[in-house]
């Protein structure tokens, strides 16, 4: 059985960062993605990383700002996020992908994580 869980979020004035983690129990070698999803809106794509984690590919809006990484050694992805705005507040997910190249496609992603609110207050 494939578990996510994610820590890491909280509330932040604009401005401020925060570390996102997701720590993957079972098999390792997966392609992983974050997505957010604010209240009254449909979850939308924000980085996602490949199983090597040489590859990682962000949404426009948050390019310069956060950066995806992973310890394979540690089974966890990281989202750091860097000078926060306040639409950048939402529920945060991370899921893996049974592929080695992440996809910015929901529907492709098998396993998710909890999620974990992150408040960027103005």
């Known amino acids: 059985q494939v578990q996510l869980v994610e820590s890491g979020g909280g509330l932040v004035q604009a401005g401020g960062s925060l570390r996102l983690s997701c720590t993957v129990s079972g098999r390792t070698s997966y392609a992983m993605g974050w997505f957010r999803q604010a209240p009254g809106k449909e979850r939308e794509f924000v980085a996602r990383?490949?199983?090597?984690?040489?590859?990682?590919y962000y949404t426009d809006s948050v390019k310069g700002r956060f950066t995806n990484s992973r310890d394979n050694a540690k089974n966890t992805v990281y989202l750091q996020m860097n000078n926060l705005k306040p639409e950048d507040t939402a529920v945060y997910y991370c899921?893996?992908?049974?592929?080695?190249?992440?996809?910015?496609?929901?529907?492709?992603?098998?396993?998710w994580g909890q999620g974990t609110q992150v408040t960027v207050s103005s």
């Open positions: 899921a893996a992908r049974l592929e080695p190249v992440a996809s910015y496609t929901s529907y492709d992603y098998n396993y």
């Open positions: 990383i490949s199983s090597t984690g040489l590859n990682t």
